[in-house]
């Protein structure tokens, strides 16, 4: 069982950085990748950014080159580094932890609020 906990999220104005962490517990041998998503409010929650155990990264179109996610050595901890905001960046993020037998992602954390205002 893998449990997730982010933390970072607050009120910043477009522009602006924030980081946000998510400290991992648990059991993570079955666990090969981390992400990050987000939920807008009236929308759908969308991935924003993945990293592999070996490290490799994805992002959406949107974020890239603004947003870089990383994980401590130990896997205990996973980042993301958000620079440039823009208020289409309003949104609740949480980070999950997928599978690796099936790729899915089971396990969440309980989300952390990120509202960025001009």
């Known amino acids: 069982q893998v449990q997730l906990a982010e933390s970072g999220g607050r009120s910043v104005q477009a522009g602006g950085s924030l980081k946000l962490s998510c400290v991992v517990s648990?059991?993570?041998?079955?666990?090969?990748?981390m992400g990050w998503f987000r939920q807008a409010q009236g929308k759908d929650q969308e991935v924003v950014s993945i990293?592999?155990?070996?490290?490799?990264?994805t992002y959406i179109d949107d974020v890239k080159g603004r947003f870089t996610i990383s994980q401590d050595n130990d896997r205990r901890a996973v980042y993301l580094q958000m620079d440039s905001l823009k208020i289409e960046d309003t949104a609740v993020y949480f980070c999950?932890?997928?599978?690796?037998?099936?790729?899915?992602?089971?396990?969440w954390g309980q989300g952390t609020r990120v509202t960025v205002s001009s």
């Open positions: 999950a932890a997928d599978d690796c037998y099936t790729a899915s992602w089971w396990a």
């Open positions: 648990g059991d993570i041998d079955n666990t090969c990748r």
């Open positions: 990293i592999s155990r070996e490290g490799r990264t």
